[in-house]
């Protein structure tokens, strides 16, 4: 039992150095970010379902797909023209996304909390559902996806040290401080593209 552990936490932390892999690459918008994210996710599949997370496990296989989709996006901006720039969204594009998310949450949690064992039920919904949307905002290279994150890492921090997966939750501890770097170089990036477009 106890080299059964071990490998799991020896996997983990495979999967946690590449999750760590792709936010900093992703941090300096490099394609090879998306490799890192689709091997990470795949192995967190199998880390959080033995860990009775089960929203979190098709956050990860959804991860996956993403990653595929995200190093198409990136290189191509989706039309094969040029690559995808880092845009702004106002409040008003937000507020759709975060009312669907918290009614996704809500709903998806309380069907775990009724329908299965899942712990952390409206946690582990928040977080899926929130990575999901988040997800999509870093493909399409909306800049405060980075706030999105700080709040879903921190909720997640709390969540992994509670079910013992102490190099997970010490991986989304140091998420918390590149997402800081990652939205501050970020928005430097969109304000300097921005000051030096062309006046109309």
């Keep these: 039992m106890s080299s059964w552990l071990s490998a799991l936490e020896s996997v983990e932390g495979v ?18 970010c998306w490799f890192c994210a689709l091997l990470s996710s795949a192995l967190y599949c199998g880390i959080f379902w033995e860990a009775r997370l089960y929203m979190e496990t098709l956050l990860n296989a959804f991860y996956a797909v993403m990653a595929v989709i995200g190093w198409w996006q990136w290189r191509s901006g989706g039309s094969g023209a040029q690559t995808l720039q880092i845009q702004s969204w106002s409040w008003q594009q937000h507020a759709p996304c975060v009312a669907a998310l918290l009614l996704l949450a809500a709903t998806n949690g309380w069907l775990l909390a009724q329908f299965t064992d899942a ?78 477009r062309p006046a109309v």
Excluded: C, H, M
């Design 119 to 196: 712990v952390w039920p409206f946690a582990d919904a928040f977080i899926a559902w929130g990575g999901v949307l988040t997800t999509w905002l870093v493909v399409r290279k909306v800049l405060q996806n980075w706030l999105y994150w700080l709040l879903l890492d921190a909720l997640a921090v709390a969540i992994y040290t509670e079910r013992g997966l102490y190099p997970t939750a010490l991986l989304y501890a140091l998420y918390l401080v590149l997402v800081v770097a990652g939205y501050l170089r970020w928005r430097r990036v969109y304000r300097q593209r921005v000051s030096e």
């Design 15 to 32: 999967a946690a150095l590449l999750a760590l892999a792709y936010l900093w690459l992703a941090l300096y918008e490099s394609l090879w």
